[in-house]
């Protein structure tokens, strides 16, 4: 491991080692208005999610490490106290990325990204016609992170109002993620789409207790086939299988030949791995704890 004291290096490079490690981060297209009603435009990566009730939106608008002057965005939730956050999908991050450039206060980034505002709800700014989720929001506090360029301005806000693209729902009236097609953000130039095949479901009952890694079998903990995301399918179990159903296993036609090769534990393993691939868990499982009972896994341990 390469060892980074943060004090040590300058703040862009430590800002890049941050953004890359952290990373994939969602991005904010705030909308904000000025004093007189001019509007801005302009996407942030230091966002997230911080609260459902109340619901508590929080993004970041840092310091210039230039040069050590302030944003825009700032500017006017300073003034005004409101903000609309987009959600930036695949089909405008493109235009996003326009409006990420440092126009005069004066210039109209809708205008320059040749995005459409429209009227909010509850409050000044405009939303993103484009943009399949926009929440109106209230800015409750605004917290300096610093003096110096780079430091942040964590700017706090409930939402108020959310609008949401009728085409983003599935059949069962849930937010479907290759709809909504969002994009995230990475360091330097770097993107992710979080659709398609960089989509992965993978379920955890959260309120019952598991038999955690430390119940798998050793040999199975020790596998040389077996990988940690396989073990930790294993481990988020409700309760290892039964030793009649791994027992019955042994009559199985696949599983003879497995257990008559000349590695019955690895090639029991390779099986239940595969097993693992298509979603069943108490096959793979089964499959781990009868070689466990083998012979050659046995000895090993003795």
């Known amino acids: 491991m390469k060892t980074i004291d943060p004090k040590s290096i300058p703040t862009p490079q430590l800002h890049q080692l941050l953004v890359s490690s952290v990373a994939p981060r969602p991005i904010a297209f705030v909308s904000t208005v000025d004093e007189a009603g001019t509007p801005n435009l302009a996407p942030y990566s230091f966002f997230n999610c911080f609260s459902s009730n109340p619901p508590i939106l929080v993004f970041s608008s840092n310091r210039k490490v230039r040069d050590n002057t302030t944003k825009d965005t700032l500017h006017n939730v300073e003034a005004t106290r409101e903000v609309v956050i987009n959600m930036v999908n695949y089909e405008i991050v493109r235009q996003a990325a326009v409006a990420s450039v440092e126009f005069p206060p004066e210039v109209n980034e809708f205008e320059k990204s040749g995005l459409t505002p429209l009227a909010s709800d509850l409050v000044k700014p405009f939303r993103v016609k484009e943009s399949p989720v926009q929440m109106e929001c209230k800015v409750q506090q605004i917290l300096p992170l610093g003096e110096g360029g780079g430091a942040g301005h964590l700017i706090i806000c409930e939402v108020v109002r959310i609008h949401i693209a ?25 993107y992710v789409r979080a659709s398609g095949d960089a989509v992965h479901t993978i379920f955890q009952d959260m309120e019952k207790v598991v038999i955690g890694f430390d119940q798998l079998p050793r040999s199975a903990r020790e596998s040389r086939v077996l990988t940690g995301n396989d073990l930790g399918a294993l481990a988020g179990m409700a309760a290892p299988p039964a030793a009649e159903a791994v027992e019955a296993l042994r009559q199985e036609d696949f599983v003879a030949p497995l257990l008559a090769g000349d590695n019955p534990v690895e090639a029991l393993h390779r099986r239940a791995q595969q097993e693992l691939a298509k979603g069943q868990v108490e096959l793979a499982a089964r499959l781990v704890w009868l070689a466990a009972e083998h012979p050659s896994a046995v000895t090993l341990h003795l």
């Open 166 to 190: 009728e085409a983003a729902y599935d059949a069962e009236g849930r937010l479907d993620p290759h709809k909504l097609d969002l994009m995230g953000r990475m360091g330097r130039a770097f």
